[in-house]
Every structure is written in C-alpha cells, then in structure tokens.
Nanobody, 122 residues
C-alpha cells in the first residue's frame, strides 16, 4: 500500500524559510520521478518542482526559481523541499507525489498524503 507523508510546514513571515519533507512507503522510491505540488485556497493543485530518480535533473515552475530547492535521499525514501525567501503567494497546502516525467503535473499514485500547510504572512 502506497503511503505519502508530508511534514515541515508552518507559519512564517515573508522572507523566511521552511524545509518540507515527504516520505514514500510501499513502493521502491528510487524508481520514481518525484514532485512537489501545492494547492492554494480556491485554486487547483499545481506542480511546483520535480526531481529525477537519481537527483540529476530538476524542474521548477517560474514563480519559485531561485528560491526553492528540491532534493532527495533514496536511502531514506525521502524527498525534501527547501523554501527560501518565502512570499505570501506561496501560501498553500504542499503535497508530494510521483510524477510521469520531469515537469509533469500528472501524478502516479492515486492516494495522496494529508499535505503540509505553509502560511506566509506579509
């Protein structure tokens, strides 16, 4: 059974930083391109960043380039998201999932985690 567990969110002032983590269980983590998604209130879930199976290739949506960094540890089945210079518009629930390819918004697993709330105050 696939399980995704996100953590690390919180309330931070604009300009601050947070580090999110996501652990995948029930599948061979290193087989998958992994991604972070976010869903802001009243908006659809969007892909933010992806990382290839060995971590050699990444993708970032334009709005987070230069501020967010995705990484993975295949030994710990973990994908992380370092978020710096946070802005109020980054406020959302953040989720991870496997994706079909670099930059893809098509998730692999039908079962999503609970997500982790990121709130950035101005």
């Amino acid at each position: 059974q696939v399980q995704l567990v996100e953590s690390g969110g919180g309330l931070v002032q604009a300009g601050g930083s947070l580090r999110l983590s996501c652990v995948l269980s029930g599948r061979t983590f290193s087989d998958f391109v992994m991604g972070w998604f976010r869903q802001a209130p009243g908006k659809e879930r969007e892909i933010v960043t992806t990382i290839s199976q060995r971590g050699s290739s990444t993708y970032y949506v334009d709005s987070v380039k230069g501020r967010f960094t995705i990484s993975r540890d295949n030994a710990k089945n973990t994908v992380s998201l370092q978020m710096n210079s946070l802005k109020p518009e980054d406020t959302a629930v953040y989720y991870c999932n496997a994706v079909q390819h670099r930059g893809s918004s098509n998730s692999i697993f039908n079962s999503w985690g609970q997500g982790t709330q990121v709130t950035v105050s101005s």
